[in-house]
């Protein structure tokens, strides 16, 4: 935890404590009880906070977990089942849990507009079912008691945020996890998630399980506000009215809860004082969501972010002083020598680790693969080398499991072919991409722990940051340019240990003296730590200088491979990349 969060977890609970102790006491009861409803609000907000804030699904139906939530702790009201109030709240969150699952499903195969119609689709079913079908106790008006000492509504206000506060920090601990993180990059790219290694299934199962478990307490906690509920505390138009101030203000953070909570807790009542229709407050809402989405962030995002980057520079500026001093002093940092072209090694050194055979994919009448053989060597560096469209990134991606094929391919003896691209990664297959998508919002810490699959240890993750030449692992994501984040996602793949990387255009951006820095980088990651490469690359004094063998595409066709000396050399390949065979080789 760095020091904002601590500062932010301490400034948290000081407020907390600090609304118990006054708020109570100074507030007369009217607004006590507009407090409790912030309170409750806040709560729900949570759940919010996790599905649209840290997973990015648009889901229009947390209150309708919220309702069943509350019906389960009116129903164990009215059967006087032993345990209590806290016991019942737990279990109304518990009960919304499969339904949560139920409803992430279909999150498997659909997403944004069309999974925001499923899930306003099953919040206006469960409208239909709760105006048919009354909460219990509410015929025989048998109300929910609230517990003691909290029977007051300065004391249910008390327990209100100390509900809160406990969520808020058990939501934050699971956020530092990797499944927490996992949400951030779900949010922004599920392709690269998946190549990390992340079940884009179980993590968005979960979210939806855990974000349905809060908005069920929260449910709870509203009956014993109110002691009794109707349907219309949880109406359809509560969802899409909170769905809007999550999309425009960010629960994920605990303020951006609360301020949810009081937004829409005193709407109301400030649309009635300045008399405006209620349904005006909607309108602001849904124009500030608006507003969110244009940015892609929200306003709690856009906070932190301000005050980490303003940390990042600060520390990023020392650096660069620090660096000029030793460098007037004559102490500059050693730089990664030019790398040496590697010698091809005999055949008894060479154990295959990853082994491709007749690999061939077709998009329609399209070739786009033709019976493709291709094997990277333990402890090697392999090239793969085409022209645009030679079918160099169908190759990554059909090899990693994005696309399909036939053929067959092997990781360490074991076949891939059935297996997802998940799977894949974690039994050791890793890649990147062309374009890299990281979560701004992440720190470089945070993006090594989500590709490595483990908390990294500091002085490791410190380790292969300085190795790749990135800065300091506190600085967010938000900070650092497009060739930075090349290098933190290939630091991120090697951080796996896996058998293999496969990097897609590592240097594309990079000038040609920071390409051949990466070159003699990847030239020693093998010995270094132990992962074998196979690098698609357009650089070719980076291909002649790094791979001790390559592969040549033409048309989806292995027109040379060998080593990568007598490949460059061959005609059809001077052929196939300059338009004539008779060009010299460089």
Known sequence: MNVLDKRSLGAGLGAAVLACAVLPVVLPPYWIY??????????????????????????????????????????????????????????????????????????????????????????????????????????????????????????????????????????????????????????????????????????????????????????????????????????????????????????????????????????????????????????????GALLALRSGLSQTDMTRMRKREISARKMLKAGEEAEEKATAEGRTSETPAVPVPPTPRAAADRRPVLTVRGLTVKFGEVVALDAVDLTVPEGGVVGLIGPNGAGKSTFIATVSGFVGGQGSVELDGRPLDKLSPHKRATLGLRRTFQTTVIAPELSQYEYLTIGAGRRLPRAEADELLEFFGCPPGEVPVSIVDAGTRRLLDVAAAIAARPKVALLDEPAAGQSAAESLALGARLAAVPEKFGVSILLVEHDMELVQAVCEEVTVLDFGHVIASGPTGEVLEDPAVRAAYLGAADVPAT
């Open 34 to 287: 507009l407090a409790i409803s912030a309170a409750v609000s806040a709560v729900i907000m949570q759940s919010f906070g996790v599905i649209v804030g840290r997973a990015g699904v648009m889901s229009l139906c947390q209150m309708s977990f919220a309702a069943i939530g509350a019906w389960v702790m009116l129903r164990l009201n009215v059967a006087e089942a032993p345990g209590g109030f806290f016991v019942w709240l737990i279990l109304g969150g518990l009960a919304a849990v499969p339904v949560g699952i139920a409803i992430g499903l279909p999150a498997l195969r659909i997403r944004g507009v069309n999974l925001a119609v499923v899930t306003f689709g099953f919040a206006v079913s469960a409208d239909i079912v709760l105006s048919v079908n009354p909460f219990p106790g509410a015929q025989d008006l048998l109300m929910l008691d609230r517990p003691k000492p909290f029977d007051t509504d300065g004391g249910y206000f008390i327990l209100c945020v100390i509900v809160f506060t406990i969520l808020a920090v058990i939501l934050g601990i699971i956020g530092k996890t990797r499944l927490g993180l996992s949400w951030y990059e779900l949010r922004h790219s599920e392709r690269s998630a998946a190549a990390h290694g992340i079940s884009v299934a179980r993590s968005k199962l979960a979210a939806f399980a855990i974000s349905a478990f809060v908005a069920g307490i929260g449910g709870g906690l509203l009956v014993g506000q109110l002691s009794l509920v109707v349907p219309q505390n949880f109406a359809m138009g509560q969802s899409l009215a909170l769905f809007a101030v999550a999309i425009m203000i960010g629960p994920h953070h605990p303020e951006g809860a609360v301020l949810g909570g009081i937004f829409g807790a005193i709407t109301a009542t400030i649309m009635e004082k300045i008399s405006l229709p209620q349904d005006f407050g909607g309108i602001l809402f849904g124009a």
